[in-house]
């Protein structure tokens, strides 16, 4: 397949779809992006990747983190992390609070905000303090990526603590129902910086290998998760990965697939590769708009859906 062209073709289709759409601007960091970058990258087996636009430029990876917070602490815990965090999909916003209060401070899953602080709550307590916890993941994330200078920017996740009160509010009620075991400022100040890392759609597409190879990452031939492991964080993605669009998303693309606000959007195609895609301006569900078409657009022109 001349997934080149493929790509060059996306872009060129899309490219009239990226002022739709409105920049995340709850994180004031983050409302300054502009919305007219594009990049995407699709990584094969043996390494070798294809990109257009933007493709080097690194932004904030936001709720893609919780793919890899997930990952390391399903490696740490296994089946007992899902007795703080469950696997259905919620049906709400990334950080609604009702659903939280009426489960009794149990997140339905770790992607929305409720369950992706819960799991880092369960890192913290692995890793006994919050510094090496943030160490440890951002040391999973540049070893899946292979990529020794990714960190996180201080600046946005500033900007998220000064307007986190809702995040902070998660925490306190999962924290009144016995759902939490560390001090919650410095846990969900940890939850902030890893959602503050910033990668380009390359290093995302790269570190996604792993889950497009049942656990195995093929180029360093690392593993990161069991099979089982990667069969559950993928389903996961399917399910969850878009928040209350998931289904939608699902119904378009057809790929196990995790959005950010900072408008990336990282998805594989189990047993044959990894993508990401880049593009700013976000739908009302917080999720890339001009990102998600290009996805529908890369299954419909490739076939390479699961379905
Ligand atoms: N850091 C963001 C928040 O907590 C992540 C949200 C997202 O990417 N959907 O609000």
Not at 228 to 255: P, W
Not at 284 to 298: C, D, I, M, R, V
Request: glycine residues 10%; charged residues 20%; neutral net charge.
């Amino acid at each position: 397949m001349d997934y080149q062209a493929i790509l060059e073709a996306i872009r060129d289709e899309i490219t009239p779809h990226l002022h739709k759409g409105k920049v995340a601007d709850y994180i004031p960091a983050l409302a300054s992006v502009p919305k007219g970058k594009f990049a995407m990258t699709i990584t094969l087996e043996s390494g070798e990747q294809f990109s257009v636009g933007e493709h080097a430029e690194r932004f904030s990876i936001q709720s893609i983190s919780k793919v890899f917070t997930f990952t390391l602490a399903l490696g740490h815990y296994g089946r007992r992390l899902y007795k703080r965090v469950g696997v259905e999909p919620s049906g709400n916003p990334f950080n609604s609070l009702v659903q939280l209060e009426y489960e009794h401070g149990i997140p339905r899953n770790p992607f929305i905000n409720a369950g992706a602080i819960a799991v880092t709550d369960a890192l913290v307590s692995y890793y006994k303090d919050e510094y090496r916890a943030l160490e440890a993941i951002l040391d999973f994330i540049r070893q899946i990526s292979g990529e020794a200078g990714i960190t996180f920017d201080h600046e946005v996740a500033n900007s998220e603590m000064e307007h986190g009160d809702r995040n902070l509010a998660l925490a306190r009620l999962m924290k009144s129902f016995g759902n939490f075991d560390n001090e919650v400022l410095s846990t969900v100040k940890t939850y902030f910086k890893h959602c503050a890392v910033t990668m380009s759609t390359d290093e995302l597409s790269r570190a996604m290998l792993y889950l497009a190879f049942g656990g195995i990452d093929p180029v360093s031939g690392r593993k990161f998760a069991t099979p089982s492991q990667a069969k559950r964080i993928n389903a996961v993605m399917l399910t969850c990965g878009h928040y209350d669009a998931s289904g939608e998303f699902a119904y378009h693309v057809g790929l196990p697939a995790k959005s950010g606000v900072g408008g990336g959007i990282v998805a594989v195609v189990p047993g044959r590769l990894s993508l990401a895609v880049w593009s700013p301006a976000l739908n009302k569900h917080g999720n890339s708009y001009a990102g998600t078409l290009a996805l529908e657009k890369f299954t419909t022109k490739t076939g390479l859906s699961i379905f």
